[in-house]
């Protein structure tokens, strides 16, 4: 019995890492060449690519970890079907119910990793996503403001333009008219600057985005007073912080599982849910591809492997279509959560009690 365990387990283990690398591999050369296409639209920066496919794949790892580890299992059990191992082992009375101790081992220790995927690992690699995309945009506000063209400033709260040079190559400030304007928006006034030139300058160090305007005027507009007043200024220099990426601005995906435990918001309900659901599904696969390995399903390889695959995608498909509705509260209902892990829950022990009668799964 021991050395069945022994071998049983060993060689699921080289299995499922050699299906997780090709797996992973997978995903990864796919996710690159979509980074790499919004990286040549300017959405990304090229030199941080590495890291952020990094990212992307960890963030997806819960997601990889899962089908990886019950296609091996799949693969292993139906080899010994098609060498007579399961035969051999059976004729020293090891049956199907002697598959149930090597599953509740393969299926703790995989879903422990899959609940840190699932509730550190996943959330912290979005985070980590989220603020190098952000860091990347902001950066961008280090390019000069491009002539022609609105600029945002103050985090969006304001409205920056540059006037074009003129077709002699001289600017406005040259001809003495108007280049610049500039829109201040507050909750309970405005302010509109004129002038005939500025210049932008971003200091990622200090956290800090200047803008220095010359030879203008400043018109304050006070919503509450209906008034208006006048400033004539040589020189205006406005400084502000730039904004922290605060947590409320990121995604669900990216928020701590500890936030979403105290939250009422229907995203951040159906994200946890969703992040429970995939560490429920983990043990549920792993002791359904035990069940089917070690029936008599395996008799014909191709038919078991694809049924068994089939099964598991409408599983994880079901869990996935009921988190999306749960996300728009449009049941309000969590236990329709739970009705495909019964469902699985069910097929397993009929799979079982099927094999431990000697009878196919379909009853002839």
């Not at 050395?3 to 283990?13: A, C, D, Q, V, Y």
């Not at 077709?167 to 280049?179: M, P, V």
């Not at 006034?189 to 210049?199: F, H, R, T």
């Not at 399903?297 to 988190?323: E, K, Q």
């Amino acid at each position: 019995m021991r050395i069945f365990r022994k071998n049983l387990i060993s060689e699921t283990s080289v299995n499922y890492a050699v299906v997780l690398f090709m797996t992973i591999g997978i995903f990864a050369v796919v996710k690159f060449l979509g980074l790499l296409k919004r990286a040549v639209q300017g959405s990304l920066p090229i030199d941080g690519l590495g890291l952020i496919l990094t990212l992307k794949v960890a963030t997806f790892l819960d997601v990889i970890l899962t089908p990886a580890l019950y296609i091996s299992i799949l693969l292993v059990l139906i080899r010994w079907n098609r060498d007579n191992e399961i035969t051999a082992y059976a004729t020293g009375g090891i049956g199907p119910m002697g598959y149930s101790t090597p599953a509740l081992i393969v299926a703790f220790f995989s879903t422990i990793l899959v609940a840190l995927c699932s509730f550190v690992i996943g959330p912290s690699a979005e985070m980590a996503y989220q603020k190098k995309v952000a860091g990347y945009r902001q950066s961008l506000k280090s390019i000069p403001f491009e002539e022609g063209r609105f600029r945002d400033f103050r985090g969006g709260r304001s409205v920056v333009y540059f006037g074009e040079k003129n077709s002699d190559g001289t600017t406005d400030a040259d001809t003495n008219r108007i280049r610049l304007f500039y829109v201040i928006s507050e909750p309970d006034s405005k302010e509109i600057i004129v002038a005939q030139d500025g210049e932008y300058t971003l200091n990622l160090n200090d956290k800090m985005e200047t803008l220095n305007v010359v030879n203008g005027h400043r018109y304050r507009i006070s919503q509450k007073l209906r008034s208006y007043e006048l400033t004539e200024f040589t020189s205006f220099t406005e400084s502000v912080p730039i904004l922290e990426y605060e947590l409320s601005t990121i995604i669900t995906k990216a928020k701590p599982t500890l936030q979403l435990i105290g939250s009422n918001l229907p995203a951040d309900v159906a994200e946890l849910e969703w992040r429970i659901s995939k560490v429920i599904v983990m043990p549920m696969v792993v002791l359904l591809a035990f069940a089917f390995g070690s029936s008599r399903i395996t008799s014909r390889m191709s038919g078991s492997l694809v049924g068994a695959v089939l099964v598991y995608f409408v599983y994880g498909s079901l869990v996935g279509f009921i988190v999306d509705i749960e996300r728009t509260r449009f049941f309000g209902i969590d236990v329709f959560l739970w009705l495909p892990h019964v469902f699985v829950a069910l097929l397993i022990g009929w799979v079982v009690l099927r094999a431990h009668q000697n009878r196919g799964i379909i009853p002839t």
